[in-house]
């Protein structure tokens, strides 16, 4: 339900979860009754009174409403003008399919196509946002829920900032309707940065087709999203219509996407009035020269003009290579244009054409790439994300880089399977080895040489390698231990990365729950312990317990941690959450039923084996579980897009590592 759909968004802002119908049912008893005696009117009437004390009470917490709220004029002018509101749209074949199931809900009086035509209208001019869910049997519903905490976080807080000391890429879809292509949609992503989206090749322009486009690509895809269309004179297939094409842009921004991409040959008021909406999304101002008929001194001006006086985000300028030199030539051009007009926005640089792809191996900041799945380039001369990597390492401008496993004892550790294979996934031309230490002194050597790309630390090392690093990240300072090492251009920095994966693979457990998690236990009081509580807290779990054989060491960890010491694990029946910390050596051989009776997310961090007693206990009762398997990858992921500016295919390496684990595991 649209509820729930946002009471997930609230728990990953961890913000105050508020639904409406619940406050008026508090306050004035079930709707359809109320609805039953009273009628609409007098529903509305109290509808807008409860949404005028929750917005003034509440400020700060995300509000669910039914959709019904526009019908009043005065609650049109409250949401109006309120920062942040999102229209959640579905087919309305499905929300008719949705209301005509539930006999709870009270009639609306008009069949439910006319009600959402007469509100149709209303929705958009109440709410800056739109966020479309794809026709039931489109979409995959968790990563569509995935991709609406995506969608608020971006809305609240902008697309991240892309690591400029990395080359990124993004991947220039060609497919004129998606969902024939859905399970190819993965595929055809992998190690990129960002997914353009052509909406001049789509097969309709329609807004509901290309919302549903959208959506589709959204739920196979967690990248953000480059919206273009690309007009014919500037190489594209759209009709140079300025009015469509500035609409469709517009969509753009209310659908959420995180780059628009505006053409520089239109008018000056349709760019401004553009840039002055953009809302979080960044807009790429683009030129394209399909026909090389500019003059160099031409293009150089067209980069200034692009530069918008420094309120377009990016700036993306095309020419057309009659020789190999031209991408030599254009590089120049645009660090002229840097340093005579000040511009200080990143410049995406290319060169069309067989002659001009020097220029997309030269240009390191959002690469426009192909793949040879995709039915045609989107332009000629692009290059796959391979090839551009293989290119750029034979031509020296990606050296090899060595990566390490610090700790001991390692021997028998998947790291570097994980990482090998994600190098060679991504034709990266680095190496991960083992170095089997227990002092910090031995490692000063190798972190201060010349290829030295970063390293994973293990234990005893972790709370022992500061004295390497320049510095820390908050996360590590909290948690007291370094399991990531990384170069960069002002020294060594040291990470963690354990949190990151617990959070991330509980939040994805626990997405399309119909109650907030409240209660966390904590099983260990070591080193790990500590990240566990660290995700705990950034889950925004408020009740967090720890439970350890030593009582004094699980004290100084919830005094530390803001957690309450655990005493025995019999009795205690409300954990939405445990994570097991302690060695399976040191493990019960079955824990008690009664932690299990909420069907908590249960995660242990030992990997070997498989499924622990506390896994086997919890699978037993039904519970959903988090291999520590799992977390392995899922902190290596993380890894490795630090290290690299990518993030590796997961899938793959997984099935890799999976099957390298079971070999391991039967000698």
Not at 139 to 164: H, K, M, W, Y
Request: with cysteine.
């Amino acid at each position: 339900s649209t509820q729930s759909t946002w009471g997930i968004a609230a728990a990953a802002l961890q913000k105050e979860f508020v639904d409406l119908d619940e406050v008026f049912e508090q306050k004035h008893g079930p709707i359809r009754a109320f609805v039953d005696t009273r009628g609409w009117d007098d529903f509305r009437k109290l509808e807008l009174q409860v949404l005028q004390e929750t917005t003034v009470m509440m400020s700060g917490a995300v509000i669910a409403c039914g959709g019904g709220i526009v019908e009043t004029a005065p609650a049109r002018i409250l949401l109006r003008g309120l920062p942040k509101v999102v229209e959640i749209s579905r087919p309305i074949s499905d929300v008719v399919a949705y209301l005509t199931s539930d006999p709870t809900r009270p009639t609306l009086g008009d069949p439910p196509e006319e009600v959402f035509r007469r509100r149709e209208q209303w929705y958009r001019d109440c709410s800056q946002y739109q966020f479309t869910v794809g026709r039931k049997g489109t979409v995959d519903q968790q990563q569509t829920e995935r991709a609406f905490v995506s969608f608020i976080r971006f809305i609240e807080n902008g697309p991240e900032e892309l690591n400029e000391r990395h080359p990124s890429f993004f991947i220039s879809l060609t497919f004129p309707n998606y969902t024939e292509v859905a399970g190819l949609l993965p595929v055809v992503v992998q190690g990129v940065h960002a997914v353009e989206v052509r909406v001049d090749l789509f097969q309709s322009y329609t807004l509901d087709f290309v919302a549903q486009q959208l959506a589709i690509l959204r739920s196979r895809s967690n990248l953000p999203i480059v919206f273009t269309v690309r007009s014919r004179g500037q190489g594209g297939n759209f009709p140079e219509e300025e009015a469509r094409i500035f609409e469709l842009l517009e969509f753009g921004i209310r659908q959420g996407c995180e780059y628009i991409d505006m053409e520089t040959v239109w008018s000056s008021e349709r760019r401004r009035r553009l840039l002055s909406g953009k809302g979080k999304s960044k807009v790429i101002a683009s030129f394209h020269d399909p026909r090389g008929l500019c003059s160099w001194s031409e293009l150089k001006a067209t980069v200034v003009d692009a530069s918008h006086q420094g309120q377009a985000d990016i700036i993306k300028v095309v020419a057309t290579a009659r020789s190999h030199e031209d991408a030599l030539v254009l590089a120049r051009v645009i660090t002229e244009c840097k340093a005579e007009a000040g511009i200080t926005q990143p410049i995406i640089a290319l060169a069309m054409g067989e002659a001009g792809k020097l220029s997309r191996v030269l240009n390191t900041f959002l690469t426009p790439v192909t793949h040879p799945d995709l039915p045609i380039k989107a332009a000629p001369g692009q290059l796959s994300a391979r090839e551009l990597l293989t290119l750029r390492h034979q031509l020296g401008l990606m050296p090899a880089r060595r990566f390490y496993l610090f700790g001991s004892p390692i021997q028998k550790s998947m790291s570097p399977t994980i990482h090998n294979t994600g190098f060679k996934l991504l034709a990266l031309p680095h190496t991960y080895a083992l170095h089997e230490t227990a002092t910090v002194e031995s490692l000063e050597e190798i972190v201060r040489a010349d290829d030295f790309g970063g390293a994973s630390v293990t234990i005893p090392l972790k709370e022992h390698v500061d004295a390497l690093v320049s510095r820390k990240t908050c996360a590590a300072v909290a948690i007291g231990a370094i399991n990531t090492i990384i170069p960069t251009s002002d020294g060594l920095s040291g990470d963690n990365t354990d949190w990151k994966a617990i959070f991330n693979l509980i939040a994805q457990k626990l997405q399309g729950r119909s109650r907030p998690a409240k209660t966390a236990v904590v099983i260990g009081a070591g080193g790990t312990a500590r990240a566990a509580l660290y995700a705990v807290q950034q889950l925004g779990i408020s009740e967090r317990y720890v439970f350890n054989r030593t009582r004094d060491k699980a004290a100084k960890l919830c005094l530390e941690f803001g957690a309450t010491v655990l005493d025995t694990l019999e009795g205690f029946d409300h954990a939405d959450v445990i994570i097991g910390t302690i060695p399976v050596a040191a493990q019960p051989s079955e824990y008690p039923k009664n932690l299990f009776v909420q069907r908590p997310v249960v995660v242990d961090l030992a990997y070997r084996p498989r499924r622990t007693p506390l896994l086997c206990t919890a699978a037993s009762a039904h519970c959903e579980v988090v291999e520590g398997i799992e977390l392995l990858i899922e902190q290596a992921m993380f890894q490795f897009q630090l290290w690299t500016g990518h993030w590796p295919p997961r899938a793959e390496i997984a099935s890799v590592v999976y099957e390298a684990y079971e070999s391991s595991e039967s000698k």
